[in-house]
């Protein structure tokens, strides 16, 4: 298991105390938990928890000061978006230095840099949505020019249909990706 998976795993086994003893205290900035948070976020891609798992987070504190005997519900939902968001085998794995990936057990190779820093930038933003010009932005090779987006889109339905398929998209709502996982047993 990596630092990283440890950090999430130290997250939860806090968690499962503080929910199995029925604590109802607030968690400061000295608290255990806040810490093992605070030091997973500054692992993560930018230092920053993705929107859906750092709204969850702030409902956690927000009820830890307010009414602390309501955070049960928001630490159970932040505990299971670690484990579906971090927790999970990954049937997506890129390699940008070589230039391949491999997609549900099969390996690609020769593929477009750009391709594959479009599909590493959504896999670390697990549940946000970005339009066009957004990604355009973010990933450097893009130059900031949204149209490329679609071109590099036709590119994975060559690589793989069912990859070019992970690929969500919805006018006003932007793009995301989702592939299917399996749990870590």
Known sequence: MSLFHMKIQ????VIS???EEGQHERLDAD?????????FRKSLPGQRIPTAGRTLWYSVLGNSRDCPEDVATPLSQFADWLIQNYLTERELVIHIRSGSLEFYGNS???IDPNTLALLEFLQQHPG???SSSDLARKIPGLRGNPSMIRNLLKELEKIEPRLRACVKGKTGAGRWLEVPRRHYT
């Open 10 to 13: 130290a997250i939860l086994d």
């Open 17 to 19: 105390v503080y929910e």
């Open 31 to 39: 608290h255990m938990l806040y810490l093992l948070v605070e030091d």
């Open 108 to 110: 690609y190779s020769n």
């Open 128 to 130: 946000e949505k970005f």
